[in-house]
């Protein structure tokens, strides 16, 4: 289904830049048709989002209906939330909510029927740049929140005690192995692999590589001391080995030294989740996360 901007588009509302969708009318067929691919459109906007791993956003009806007093009226609730993280949203679940907040939105009390297809606005000014409203191939990639979830239930009894550098180096080894392990038995539609080189002529190889083949996502995961000069550096020759790929890179970092800056490596992690979403620009998807055993 081709957006032909007719009925979704970059726009403006009440001061604030984002995208809109104008509202489904009239019979199919019927010279008042409008926008009868509305739910299909919805759907659209709800995948770009995902896409831009957009965190911060605020949706609007933005119908002409005088029941709205002020603009905090239009602002959707769903599950007492008004701001929504689209990095950590599955889009099914939440179109299902979504179309009953529309519905009811505006609507008196007692009222059980409603409007499911008015006109929306989506904020996007923390984006900084319009988005691409086209349809692109569907991606079934696991979620930053999904994928939290698994790594939180891993388990690894990690010594910081070890002083000496090969009792560490080798506990990282067993590391890698048991987490390797894990993922490939929770993650099953991917194949994973240790110290995976992507290339002959990169000397570079990842600590823990996995590729869905059906969806041609990657999963790369770095195991690192709370260092941040180590996850930057780790990230950016990734990002640029892998630049052209649907990637989820992992930071996975072991306790470090007292000498280490977990305050520093948190303000790098940060950085990293900024880049992804620039990088998100062009047609391949990234996403950074850091994760502390």
């Known amino acids: 289904m081709k957006n032909d901007k007719k009925y979704l588009y970059n726009g403006s509302y009440e001061g604030m830049t984002g995208i809109i969708l104008e509202s489904r009318g009239g019979a199919i067929g019927s010279k008042n048709e409008r926008n009868s691919q509305y ?3 919805l ?3 709800l995948d770009t989002l995902v896409k831009g791993q957009q965190e911060n956003v605020k949706i609007f009806v933005a119908s002409n209906n005088k029941k709205y007093k002020k603009l905090e009226d239009r602002l959707i609730h769903i599950d007492g939330e008004f701001i929504f993280d689209f990095s950590n ?3 099914t679940s939440f179109m299902t909510k979504l179309n009953k907040a529309i519905r009811e939105s505006g609507q008196d ?3 059980k029927k409603g409007n ?3 006109r929306l606005f989506f904020t996007t000014e923390d984006f900084g740049i319009p988005f691409t409203l086209e349809e692109s191939e569907e991606t079934n990639f696991p979620t930053k929140k999904y994928i939290a979830s698994i790594l939180q239930n891993f388990k690894f009894p990690f010594d910081r005690n070890k002083k000496l550098r090969e009792e560490v180096k080798e506990l990282v ?3 890698q192995k048991s987490l390797k392990s894990y993922l490939e038995t929770i993650l099953k539609e991917y194949k994973w692999e240790i110290e995976y080189t992507p ?4 000397k570079d190889s990842f600590d823990i590589f996995a590729k869905n ?7 790369i995961i770095e195991l690192d001391p709370h260092r941040a000069d180590s996850v930057a550096k780790k990230f950016v020759s990734r990002m640029a080995i892998m630049i052209d790929k649907n990637v989820t890179y992992i930071a996975f970092i072991y306790p470090g030294t007292d000498k280490m800056s977990i305050p520093e490596t948190n303000k790098y992690i940060v950085y990293c989740q900024h880049l992804t979403k620039a990088l998100n620009s062009n047609n391949c998807r990234k996403e950074f996360m850091g994760f502390y055993l």
């Open 199 to 202: 290339s002959e002529n990169q």
């Open 116 to 118: 499911s297809t008015k």
């Open 89 to 91: 949203i599955d889009t």
């Open 173 to 175: 080894l067993e590391l």
């Open 109 to 111: 009390e007692g009222v």
């Open 213 to 219: 083949e059906k969806t041609n996502h990657c999963i």
């Open 39 to 41: 739910k299909s459109l």
């Open 43 to 45: 759907k659209l906007v």
